[in-house]
């Protein structure tokens, strides 16, 4: 339906969360899947889960921050799977904190993580990326254009990688490459929604920010992920897609305040 069969897919941050439902619904798709992220035994697991739906599967170990760790990335996927047709650049971090107590160390952290991660990315991705047809699809979120209390560092880095998404849309589209940005809003059993919202009581009011007034489900980015990767969204690129229940309609009032 998508056609995405038999093309290859490299995630970053793609042993958990939303970016591992993508993942499982390019590799149900029928793609080759690429994971990359740091924590060996979470990526072991991911592996398995990818290649119970029966597809190729290759997990690399790494750390966005790390540019040259993510040539060598790119180079061990090329090598086995060939160009690359989708990038989807999820890693991310994010705790809570005041911007009066927040050390600059821990602003750096997230802005390297998230936005650093993105530009490597996409920057160590590019020489390996099918040319034309590429497709880049960055995680953003709500913090881009809501300024949050208590995450000055994650809304700063949602911005700049919004930015990104626009900067490659115009620099690389004349290849055929497009460059997309979704936006999920809370989105249910992500580790995000277990720092964000860590009591019952935090959940509770976060599933009633979005207008739709429910969490969202991993899948339902996933769905959204698939349409954008394939040929049904050939002609859109260099936009931001929200996927929020209609949170960014409300903003910080979707929050009570
Ligand atoms: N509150 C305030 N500051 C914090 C913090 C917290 N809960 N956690 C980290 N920091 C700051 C600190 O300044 C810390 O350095 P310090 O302890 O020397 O002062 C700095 O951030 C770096 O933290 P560290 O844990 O050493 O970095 P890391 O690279 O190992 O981890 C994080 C990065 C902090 C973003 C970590 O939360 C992470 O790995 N997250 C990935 C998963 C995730 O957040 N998923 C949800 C995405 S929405």
Same mark, same amino acid.
């Given at each position: 339906?998508?056609?995405?069969?038999?093309?290859?897919?490299?995630?970053?941050?793609?042993?958990?969360?939303?970016?591992l439902g993508i993942?499982?619904?390019?590799?149900?798709?029928?793609m080759n899947i *690429? !994971?990359? $992220?740091?924590?060996?035994?979470? !990526?072991?697991?991911?592996?398995?889960?990818?290649?119970?739906?029966?597809?190729?599967?290759? $997990?690399?170990?790494?750390? %966005?921050?790390?540019?040259?760790?993510?040539?060598?990335?790119?180079?061990?996927?090329?090598?086995?799977?060939?160009?690359?047709? %989708?990038?989807?650049?999820?890693?991310?971090?994010?705790?809570? $904190?005041?911007?009066?107590? !927040?050390?600059?160390?821990?602003?750096?952290? %997230?802005?390297?993580?998230?936005?650093?991660? *993105?530009?490597?990315?996409?920057?160590?991705?590019?020489?390996? /990326?099918?040319?034309?047809?590429?497709?880049?699809?960055?995680?953003?979120?709500?913090?881009?254009?809501?300024?949050?209390?208590?995450?000055?560092?994650?809304?700063?880095?949602?911005?700049?990688?919004?930015?990104?998404?626009?900067?490659?849309?115009?620099?690389?589209?004349?290849?055929?490459?497009?460059?997309?940005?979704?936006?999920?809003?809370?989105?249910?059993?992500?580790?995000?929604?277990?720092?964000?919202?860590?009591?019952?009581?935090?959940?509770?009011?976060?599933?009633? $920010?979005? %207008?739709?007034?429910? /969490?969202?489900?991993?899948?339902? *980015?996933?769905?959204?992920?698939?349409?954008?990767?394939?040929?049904?969204?050939?002609?859109?690129?260099?936009?931001?897609?929200?996927?929020?229940?209609?949170?960014? /309609?409300?903003?910080?009032?979707?929050?009570?305040?």
């Amino acid at each position: 339906m998508y056609s995405l069969n038999g093309k290859t897919a490299f995630l970053t941050g793609g042993s958990s969360g939303i970016t591992l439902g993508i993942a499982e619904k390019y590799a149900k798709e029928g793609m080759n899947i *690429v !994971l990359l $992220a740091r924590n060996e035994d979470k !990526l072991a697991a991911a592996k398995a889960v990818i290649e119970g739906h029966g597809a190729a599967c290759a $997990a690399i170990p790494a750390d %966005v921050r790390d540019a040259e760790a993510m040539a060598g990335a790119f180079e061990i996927a090329a090598e086995k799977f060939g160009e690359i047709d %989708v990038i989807v650049a999820g890693a991310a971090g994010n705790f809570l $904190a005041m911007a009066k107590d !927040l050390k600059p160390k821990g602003f750096k952290t %997230v802005m390297d993580i998230d936005a650093g991660g *993105v530009f490597n990315t996409y920057n160590a991705g590019f020489p390996h /990326l099918r040319k034309p047809g590429g497709c880049l699809i960055a995680i953003s979120a709500p913090q881009a254009t809501i300024p949050y209390p208590a995450q000055i560092h994650a809304n700063a880095a949602k911005a700049a990688i919004e930015q990104i998404v626009r900067s490659v849309a115009v620099e690389w589209g004349p290849l055929g490459v497009r460059s997309l940005g979704i936006s999920p809003g809370p989105i249910a059993d992500t580790e995000g929604m277990a720092r964000l919202a860590p009591t019952p009581k935090a959940l509770e009011q976060a599933a009633k $920010a979005p %207008v739709l007034t429910r /969490l969202g489900a991993k899948e339902e *980015v996933a769905d959204l992920a698939a349409f954008l990767a394939s040929d049904h969204a050939a002609y859109i690129t260099g936009t931001i897609v929200p996927c929020d229940g209609g949170l960014g /309609l409300v903003g910080l009032a979707g929050l009570g305040g």
